[in-house]
């Protein structure tokens, strides 16, 4: 039985399937073959199937499925109206988006600091993790680091290490234009894949 999950992904693969693949390659200068369109995310190798609009990462040289938050992104970012992503190089939180559409999220798609924190054992394993994502780090917080999510929509991750009084906690903070480029919600979806990806490189 098919879930909710499921049937967006699926109804977003086919509406995918409508926009002409050669013109996005050319506007986020994309590799592009008779089968998939290509593009890193962290650093690992995703590609959009052609014939089913399927999104799938390459893992230890086999290509399987890339899972719900990372293929609504791929597909949300691709099919933008505003093309490729101009920068402001200013970040914010999400409570200093300048256009957000109220009342359509969800109080599942939060993430809280401290929650995003958990299943990381220590800085180390984190500062690890994001330098194998191709993250660079700079001041601010006990660590902070830039992630290339794409190669065209940066992410800043920050994060403090636990103390007496607060437990650890991991924030994401986005370039002021993101919002023009992809959806609010889909920076909740955004954010669970890229802490997916950190976590199973951490674990490793």
Not at 69 to 84: C, E, F, I, R
Not at 118 to 142: K, N
């Amino acid at each position: 039985m098919r879930n909710n999950y499921d049937l967006q992904m699926q109804a977003a693969a086919k509406a995918f399937l409508s926009y002409d693949a050669e013109k996005l390659a050319a506007v986020f200068s994309l590799e592009k073959d008779d089968t998939a369109l290509y593009l890193p995310i962290l650093r690992t190798p995703h590609r959009v199937l052609l014939q089913n609009g399927s999104v799938e990462r390459k893992k230890d040289g086999c290509w399987l499925p890339a899972g719900f938050d990372t293929a609504m992104t791929v597909y949300d970012l691709l099919t933008n109206p505003n093309g490729y992503p101009v920068l402001a190089h200013e970040w914010c939180a999400h409570t200093s988006f300048h256009a957000v559409q109220g009342g359509t999220l969800q109080a599942s798609l939060m993430i809280h600091p401290e929650q995003s924190a958990r299943g990381f054992d220590g800085l180390p394993a984190l500062r690890r993790a994001c330098a194998a994502c191709g993250g660079q780090e700079v001041a601010g917080s006990d660590f902070s680091s830039v992630l290339p999510v794409f190669t065209c929509l940066p992410v800043l991750l920050r994060y403090w290490e636990a103390d007496e009084e607060f437990p650890a906690q991991l924030q994401f903070f986005w370039d002021r234009n993101t919002c023009r480029y992809i959806r609010y919600e889909t920076t909740y979806y955004l954010t669970a894949a890229i802490l997916e990806r950190l976590k199973e490189i951490a674990s490793q």
